[in-house]
């Protein structure tokens, strides 16, 4: 995963309000929502439940350590969708214990390499990666009023551009992906062929590619290389990518049209997915 600065985050917490408002100007569907349509939830019929689930957030902090802010804005993230949520007082294997003593019904922990919520009833786990390209898939697919049909390009063929392309691939999109390294294109090519029994167009070059599609999923952690000069003007992206790959004066030109958060959607996405196992596995 790429690792977040604390100066990616230090502003969410305030502006989780805001960012439903911004949502729902772009999708129709406040982050709870946006993350229910990811995960196949209807939210009116879980709204009321989502207080029943208990979350625990574990700070690790070896490796690099702790982001400042980081635990306490997962928390904040989880709580504002409807969980109850806490921070534990302890880190590592005593905040692990701290949480099950507490009964936590789902655990958040997050090192160098995973982000992961395990769910503590069914015995699973919810990478961030793959939650995350899920809810910025899903995220397209309302932006765009659907992608049926649509040609889409993946740029970036890591975790999170692989489940990004495989949710708009079932939204019924023809998909493409670049990736600066080209075994990448072709391993997440060949595992969508596995999975899904599709097959899809490798580009080769970037620049080229970004005048062939109207819809972009941004799923690299490059920043600054996808520029206002190569984009049409209807063009829409999700970008899951930390940092953002979309130029400063693009960003700003297609806000409208851009889908880019560097948490919100990943852990509502992630929350809601244990919390969708949790109902499975109780039926």
Wanted: hydrophobic share 40%; charged share 20%.
């Amino acid at each position: 995963m790429t690792r977040l600065q604390s100066t990616d985050i230090s502003e969410i917490c305030t502006r989780l309000d805001a960012y439903d408002q911004e949502l729902l100007a772009k999708t129709g569907h406040t982050l709870r929502g946006l993350a229910c349509y990811a995960v196949g939830l209807n939210e009116e019929d879980i709204v009321n439940r989502l207080p029943d689930v208990l979350i625990g957030v574990v700070p690790i902090r070896w490796g690099q350590g702790v982001i400042d802010g980081f635990s306490e804005t997962t928390r904040d993230i989880l709580k504002h969708i409807g969980f109850q949520a806490f921070v534990t007082e302890n880190s590592d294997v005593s905040g692990l214990a701290e949480a099950f003593e507490k009964q936590a019904d789902i655990i958040f922990l997050s090192d160098d390499d995973h982000f992961v919520a395990l769910n503590v009833e069914c015995r699973r786990i919810v990478d961030n990666a793959g939650a995350t390209g899920k809810g910025f898939g899903a995220g397209l697919n309302l932006m765009t009023g659907g992608l049926q049909g649509q040609g889409v390009l993946v740029i970036g063929c890591g975790a999170v551009g692989l489940s990004a392309a495989m949710t708009v691939a079932k939204y019924g999109a023809k998909i493409s992906v670049y990736d600066t390294d080209h075994s990448r294109s072709r391993h997440l090519a060949s595992a969508l062929y596995k999975i899904l029994g599709i097959k899809i167009e490798i580009e080769s070059e970037l620049t080229a590619a970004l005048s062939k599609y109207r819809f972009l999923v941004d799923a690299t952690n490059s920043a600054d290389i996808i520029h206002e000069q190569d984009l049409s003007p209807e063009t829409y992206i999700a970008a899951p990518g930390m940092p953002l790959g979309v130029s400063p004066d693009a960003a700003q030109k297609f806000a409208a049209r851009l889908l880019h958060d560097p948490l919100q959607t990943g852990v509502a996405t992630m929350g809601l997915e244990a919390w969708r196992q949790i109902l499975a596995h109780s039926r």
